[in-house]
């Protein structure tokens, strides 16, 4: 009765008996699966290669980026045709984030993503099928550079655009404690042209919509967070929600630390790129000052430059590795 966790522990032949008479069924299980919201920041739109090119070619304006999250169609009931998260159930002696990585990489060809848990879902009827618990992981990728993959209950994988309004409902200030009811709305959008799909795919743009309710309760010097999904469009489960909080998680992180944003850069960057990136996870500008402040532990200049007509040659930085992981 081994267990790779447990190190060097011995059992007593007292508990090793009490354990071979223990009977786990007499317990319900849930079935276990991991999702994870794939992030990337891309180009924004999709299939407009010659607008692409234009774009790269101005040297005064630098390509639009979006914030993207990576989405498959379910080809299977439950929920068929609509659009889930990619992952999908634990195997046996397979820990969350072995299923994480298998699963990350079945479906986007990718191996060393970030990818991080960002939540626990595992209401009884959040899924026909029975209890099934979702644990859910935050991954960076480089969206560009990955292989799309769709699986054997995926029709097709594409990426979305990503708009995300937060509407505050109100708030109420008493002798115990604060009560915050905020509202957001999800909306995603995608008319790629270059999309994974097991059968003939439509070129036509797919809209996804959400109305997702936040109730927040401070007591006792203690947070308790709560979101239900109002209203739901085109998306599979209560992943609407889970996109949700993911997307609260990223920005959250992006804030307090921001080294979580390096894992959607190239290797090589400049300051004003991985400036784009912060302000298109945040949704809000940035002071270039400020910033730059900010960033200059987590930054190292290279000797090497990126060069364009009409312009200054602009200098290319990498992460510093002594900031990163000391």
Same mark, same amino acid.
């Given at each position: 009765m081994g267990?790779?966790?447990?190190?060097?522990?011995?059992?007593?032949?007292?508990?090793?008996?009490?354990?071979?008479?223990?009977?786990?069924?007499?317990?319900?299980?849930?079935?276990?699966?991991?999702?994870?919201?794939?992030?990337?920041?891309?180009?924004?739109?999709? @299939?407009?290669?010659? =607008?692409?090119v234009r774009d790269r070619d101005n040297y005064r304006k630098l390509p639009e980026k979006t914030l993207k999250i990576l989405l498959i169609k379910r080809g299977t009931y439950p929920y068929k045709d609509c659009w889930a998260l990619p992952g999908g159930f634990c195997q046996s002696k397979e820990t969350v984030y072995e299923t994480a990585r298998r699963e990350l990489y079945e479906e986007t060809h990718v191996k060393n993503a970030y990818l991080n848990p960002c939540g626990i879902y595992g209401e009884p009827d959040r899924d026909p099928r029975g209890w099934i618990i979702s644990h859910t !992981?935050?991954?960076?990728?480089?969206?560009?550079?990955?292989?799309?993959?769709? @699986?054997?209950?995926?029709?097709?994988?594409?990426? !979305?655009?990503?708009?995300?309004?937060?509407?505050?409902? =109100?708030?109420?200030?008493? $002798?115990?404690g604060v009560v915050i009811d905020n509202e957001y709305l999800l909306q995603l959008t995608n008319s790629d042209i270059g999309v994974t799909n097991l059968r003939d795919c439509v070129d036509k743009e797919v809209c996804l919509s959400a109305e997702i309710s936040e109730h927040r309760e401070f007591k006792d010097y203690h947070e308790t967070v709560e979101y239900r999904v109002v209203r739901s469009k085109g998306f599979a489960?209560?992943?609407?929600?889970?996109?949700?909080?993911?997307?609260?998680?990223?920005?959250?992180?992006?804030?307090?630390? @921001?080294?979580?944003?390096?894992?959607?850069?190239?290797?090589?960057?400049?300051?004003?790129?991985?400036?784009?990136? !912060?302000?298109?996870?945040?949704?809000? $500008?940035?002071?270039?000052?400020? !910033?730059?402040?900010?960033?200059?532990?987590?930054?190292?200049?290279?000797?090497?430059?990126?060069?364009?007509?009409?312009?200054?040659?602009? =200098?290319?930085?990498?992460?510093?590795?002594?900031?990163?992981? $000391?």
């Amino acid at each position: 009765m081994g267990n790779r966790n447990m190190g060097k522990y011995k059992m007593s032949e007292e508990e090793r008996r009490y354990l071979d008479s223990y009977d786990i069924t007499q317990f319900d299980r849930p079935s276990v699966v991991a999702d994870m919201a794939v992030f990337s920041i891309m180009g924004k739109g999709g @299939g407009n290669e010659k =607008k692409q090119v234009r774009d790269r070619d101005n040297y005064r304006k630098l390509p639009e980026k979006t914030l993207k999250i990576l989405l498959i169609k379910r080809g299977t009931y439950p929920y068929k045709d609509c659009w889930a998260l990619p992952g999908g159930f634990c195997q046996s002696k397979e820990t969350v984030y072995e299923t994480a990585r298998r699963e990350l990489y079945e479906e986007t060809h990718v191996k060393n993503a970030y990818l991080n848990p960002c939540g626990i879902y595992g209401e009884p009827d959040r899924d026909p099928r029975g209890w099934i618990i979702s644990h859910t !992981f935050l991954a960076l990728i480089d969206g560009e550079k990955c292989e799309l993959r769709a @699986g054997t209950d995926a029709w097709e994988a594409r990426w !979305f655009d990503i708009s995300f309004i937060k509407k505050e409902k =109100k708030k109420i200030v008493g $002798k115990d404690g604060v009560v915050i009811d905020n509202e957001y709305l999800l909306q995603l959008t995608n008319s790629d042209i270059g999309v994974t799909n097991l059968r003939d795919c439509v070129d036509k743009e797919v809209c996804l919509s959400a109305e997702i309710s936040e109730h927040r309760e401070f007591k006792d010097y203690h947070e308790t967070v709560e979101y239900r999904v109002v209203r739901s469009k085109g998306f599979a489960f209560d992943h609407a929600k889970i996109i949700t909080c993911a997307v609260l998680d990223l920005r959250k992180r992006a804030e307090e630390d @921001g080294k979580i944003v390096f894992d959607m850069m190239p290797e090589l960057f400049t300051l004003t790129q991985l400036q784009r990136a !912060f302000e298109t996870i945040l949704d809000k $500008k940035l002071l270039v000052a400020n !910033f730059r402040r900010k960033m200059a532990d987590y930054v190292v200049e290279t000797k090497q430059i990126v060069e364009g007509a009409g312009h200054r040659p602009a =200098k290319l930085f990498k992460r510093n590795l002594d900031t990163f992981y $000391k």
